[in-house]
């Protein structure tokens, strides 16, 4: 037992010492150094003001409306803002008014973009060029 440890000890001793020190030379390289400022200089800053000024549940509503493209149905979005009203805090009667308010905005919104659609395109249009440019 004690030779097969020896051979063990020799064989396997140099190639740990090897990646030993192959480990020390990538960990002391600017490459993680780099990275090291990558996310305390900036991506901490950022999540921090993220997670700071944007409130979820706004977040989730803004995305189920946009990502439907206008096709859902605007008593999902109604549902949507009432659940996210309960989920902040709110009680039935906040929910309902919310979700009322919603469906309300999303059923008339649909009803001029049928009746005009040109004007409801540019209007968007200019909605979005004024957003893109803050």
């Given at each position: 037992?004690s ?38 200089e900036?991506?901490?800053p950022?999540?921090d003001?993220?997670q ?6 706004d ?9 439907s ?8 979005i ?6 996210a ?40 249009a ?5 957003l893109?440019?803050?």
């Amino acid at each position: 037992m004690s030779f097969v440890s020896n051979v063990v000890d020799k064989v396997v001793s140099p190639v740990l010492d090897v990646v030993s020190d192959v480990g020390q030379v990538v960990m002391d390289s600017p490459v993680f150094d780099t990275m090291d400022f990558v996310r305390d200089e900036i991506a901490a800053p950022v999540f921090d003001v993220v997670q700071d000024n944007i409130d979820i549940y706004d977040a989730i509503n803004i995305g189920i409306t946009v990502a439907s493209g206008g096709t859902i149905p605007p008593w999902v979005i109604g549902v949507s803002s009432g659940a996210a009203t309960i989920a902040r805090g709110g009680d039935l009667s906040d929910a309902i008014k919310a979700g009322a308010i919603s469906y309300a905005g999303s059923t008339i919104g649909r009803a001029v973009d049928v009746v005009m659609p040109d004007m409801t395109n540019a209007l968007t249009a200019q909605v979005l060029t004024r957003l893109l440019a803050i």
